[in-house]
């Protein structure tokens, strides 16, 4: 579906800005819904993420001593702004991308790495041991998960023959789902999909009960109600461009409901079957299974293509 | 070795309800045994005084009216109490219980946590001498 | 542990996510390497053995029950039986075998809910919230036999305060039918579960030499082959003739102190079953005199943590001299700090789990003899000041 809306009206209203907000703090309540039901447990009630949200505002906030105030304040401003910017590109609801260009893939995901820079960034900042702590995770985690997860994207992209993410999503749209037609490449980009948002069981970049909170540990009220908003986005962008390229396009809302949540809940049921991997062990899955993976699933799809274009 | 071997928990319990009591909306019944508030029954007491020294809070009191005719009343209280049922055994004439009706004890002063037990006009003649006592400090 | 000033020291404490209760724990780091540790507890000193001396011998025993939650009917158990050693007596044995069996139930309790806070400080929280779920089982049970599901105060001195009556003995069988298959489940889990195994397996491995060196005790100990376990070695209650096996396990790693801790729950439910059926028949109590003749007595049970001692000294008055208590945990310390060295930082807090610490259990305070200065003896007021004074 297309919406002829001018841009800055996307960009602040909808289907980006304030509704992206919105609809990420719907997500991260069907998140921790489903973590909970799964944990045999009741969950919180619908309203939780948006009370928790203005909580936040509401409180003080505390600079600890020792950080370059502007970049203090400024770290999680970029973050919320990075990941609102990659919601420009992909199909958010089931609408065409609001803004559509070659190799605009490529900016999408760069943007969502932006947020987990400035996540590390923002810890590397403050004199805190379990800031410090946390952002040599979150960069060490954001090494090594970010190779496979982009080759996994590639898949579609070679499939489709463009590096433009509406493009690919036409292409997925019409052919028949590529997570039939490329299954590795399906697994790499959600296992992908749970390293970038940080979700159990590659968490150690927060692990709350050796680094109390990683890198935005020393981070209250403001500050870490938009850090915390710039995940619930990405979280959302996430889910969006995996189900668009692998879940056979997203026509309309009410598609882009069904598959995201549907995906959402497979997320959440890997995230409550295992235990947390330590850092070392994140890097060595990834750089060994998880680029093996990509790298044979793209050599079938290189074949498949000279193959057939031979019969 | 096999990779989650919890999941088919997991997939049950999303069809199950959750293990969470919803009290206080829902209440289920407490044991008979539950240690609840302690509970005096005047009317075998001898004055003793076992449940008092055995208290490891202190939290009952025994104020005589008039020991020859066996009137007491019990000053308990139920903040200092641990419920630790030390005194109901001490007791050798059976006077003390621990309810398992009334355990809701919480409260927001101090007032609701001490209570007096005894005969009705016990109880009238302590607090006319308290009032009186206190009226000529005054 | 000299401390190199190019690394960096991660406190662990004393207000941490990782910790239920506070102690100060330094690691020195080199990136994810911990290159050195030390400890400082002392944190929840509350003046316990101070406490025991102003109090009556019946009013001590609830006051020694709430040293710790988790284990609290071992230490009134500990202290009953030190003073019926002073006093003389002979409890009936169904007293002994209802006290043997709240013991068990409560260590089924004790290990059940380590697991679950070991799991969720490895991040493996459904299976913190699962095995939570399963030990309200145990809490009911015994929230019906002796009415409360936290300090159960069964003891008296001179036997227990109430009966095992066949409807509960209906009800505990039919609860240790559920928690046996539960924790064959969870055995399962920690066994096979490949993320599970990663991280614990080769962690904070222990030979049997180094356990016996460092005075490792209880499951801490028994995981890498010490085979020490006062329910066999000294046999107290109704041990002899309800007797436990001692449950020990070779690869001394974190995994093997998961597997004998649930092992040892199987071996509790064994036992409790055989009690119900069982049980001997008599009195519940004895006569204790208020008075207990003065004398010195010292008696250890087989905590969920390992060997607790109390010593108890009596002049012959209703309050006791001195009530003594070594807890467990207070010997496993050593363990930690010397195996935290050269592993990740992320493993610390696993570690710490794994020997099963209870902080308020062992926080005592000793006061050094230096140089010339005689033996001092500090009144209750004098012991409070120097708390405040000390933190100041």
Redesign the interface.
């Known amino acids: 579906m297309n919406l002829p809306l001018p841009s800055i009206f996307v960009l602040l209203i909808f289907p980006g800005g304030l509704f992206l907000i919105a609809s990420g703090l719907i997500y991260q309540w069907a998140d921790r819904k489903l973590v909970?039901?799964?944990?045999?447990?009741?969950?919180p009630r619908f309203i939780q993420p948006l009370a928790d949200t203005l909580k936040l505002l509401a409180k003080e906030e505390i600079t600890p001593v020792g950080v370059h105030k502007g970049l203090f304040f400024a770290l999680p401003v970029i973050a919320l702004a990075a990941a609102l910017t990659a919601g420009l590109y992909v199909p958010l609801f089931g609408f065409q991308p609001a803004a559509s260009f070659r190799g605009d893939l490529i900016i999408a995901l760069y943007a969502l790495s932006v947020l987990t820079l400035a996540m590390g960034l923002a810890g590397a900042n403050t004199t805190s041991?379990?800031s410090?702590?946390g952002a040599?995770r979150t960069l060490t985690q954001l090494f090594s998960y970010e190779a496979p997860f982009l080759l996994s994207l590639l898949g579609p992209a070679i499939a489709a023959g463009t590096w433009q993410i509406s493009e690919i999503h036409t292409y997925a749209h019409q052919n028949l789902w590529l997570m039939i037609a490329q299954p590795i490449g399906f697994v790499v980009a959600m296992i992908g999909l749970m390293g970038k948002l940080e979700l159990?069981?590659f968490?150690?970049p927060e692990?709350?009960?050796?680094?109390?909170a990683g890198a935005m540990t020393e981070y209250s009220g403001r500050g870490f109600a938009l850090f915390r908003l710039g995940k619930d986005v990405e979280l959302v962008i996430g889910l969006t461009l995996v189900s668009a390229f692998y879940l056979g396009g997203l026509a309309n809302p009410l598609e882009f409901m069904l598959k995201t949540l549907a995906l959402l809940l497979v997320l959440a049921?890997?995230q409550?079957?295992?235990?947390?991997?330590?850092?070392?062990?994140t890097v060595g899955l990834w750089w060994r299974a998880g680029a093996l993976l990509a790298v044979v699933q793209l050599i079938a799809i290189v074949l498949g293509r000279n193959l057939g274009s031979i019969f | 070795m096999s990779v989650g071997p919890m999941i088919s928990d997991l997939l049950r319990s999303l069809f199950k309800q959750p293990a969470t009591e919803l009290y206080p909306f829902v209440k289920t019944p407490a044991p008979i045994r539950l240690r609840g508030k302690l509970m005096w029954d005047p009317t075998n007491c001898t004055g003793c005084q076992l449940c008092v020294k055995d208290c490891p809070a202190n939290a009952i009191e025994l104020i005589v009216i008039d020991k020859a005719n066996k009137r007491f009343i019990m000053n308990y209280h139920a903040d200092h109490c641990i419920y630790c049922a030390q005194c109901v055994v001490s007791c050798r004439f059976n006077c003390l219980r621990l309810s398992n009706e009334d355990w809701e004890l919480a409260a927001a002063q101090k007032q609701p946590f001490v209570m007096y037990y005894g005969k009705e006009e016990d109880i009238a003649l302590f607090m006319e001498q308290a009032a009186k006592a206190g009226a000529e400090q005054a | 542990m000299t401390a190199d000033t190019n690394k960096f020291v991660i406190p662990i404490g004393p207000q941490h996510p990782a910790l239920k209760e506070p102690a100060n724990f330094e690691f020195w780091v080199d990136g994810e390497i911990v290159t050195g540790a030390s400890v400082r507890l002392g944190y929840v000193h509350r003046g316990i053995e101070k406490g025991a001396e102003v109090r009556t011998w019946t009013q001590n025993l609830y006051l020694m029950e709430r040293i710790c939650g988790i284990c609290s009917h071992v230490h009134a158990t500990a202290y009953t039986l030190g003073v019926e050693k002073l006093a003389g007596v002979e409890v009936p044995p169904r007293a002994n075998a209802i006290r043997q069996l709240m013991a068990e139930l409560e260590r089924i309790h004790s290990h059940m809910l380590w697991l679950g806070v070991a799991a969720h400080e490895g991040g493996f929280d459904t299976l913190f919230m699962y095995s939570w779920r399963d030990r309200e089982t145990v809490m009911d049970l015994l929230e019906k036999i002796s009415g409360n599901k936290v300090h159960y105060s069964a003891n008296l001195l001179g036997g227990v305060k109430f009966d095992i009556t066949p409807e509960l003995a209906t009800e505990v069988h039919k609860g240790l039918d559920f928690l046996e298959e539960r924790n064959r489940f969870y055995l399962k889990v920690v066994t096979t579960d490949e993320t599970f195994i990663g991280r614990t397996r080769d962690i904070g491995t222990m030979t049997t030499e180094k356990a016996e060196f460092l005075g490792a005790i209880g499951p801490t100990a028994r995981a890498s082959g010490v085979a020490r376990d006062i329910r066999v070695d000294a046999p107290y209650l109704t041990y002899e003739q309800f007797p436990v096996k001692v449950m020990t396990h070779t690869s001394g790693d974190l995994h093997g102190r998961f597997i004998v801790r649930i092992h040892e729950t199987f071996e509790s439910i064994r036992v409790i079953r055989e009690i119900l059926d069982h049980m001997p028949q008599g009195d519940l109590t004895t006569r204790v005199p208020r008075r207990i003749p003065a004398g010195e007595a010292v008696s250890r049970v087989e905590a969920p943590r390992g060997e607790l001692l109390y010593f108890i000294a009596s002049n012959g008055s209703e309050k006791p001299e001195r009530v003594k208590v070594r807890t467990p945990s207070l010997c496993n310390w050593s363990t930690v700090l010397s195996l935290a060295i050269g592993l990740k930082l992320a493993d610390m807090p696993m570690l710490l789990s794994g020997i099963d610490p209870c902080f308020s259990c062992n926080d005592r305070s000793i006061s050094l003899k230096r140089g010339q200065q005689g033996a001092q003896v500090w009144s209750w007021e004098k012991l409070r000041q120097y708390g405040i004074e000390y933190y100041r």
Request: net charge positive; no cysteine; proline share 6%.
């Open positions: 909970a039901r799964f944990q045999n447990r009741i969950g041991r379990f410090l702590v040599t159990p069981p968490d150690a692990a709350e009960t050796e680094i109390v049921l890997l409550t079957a295992f235990a947390r991997l330590r850092i070392d062990q």
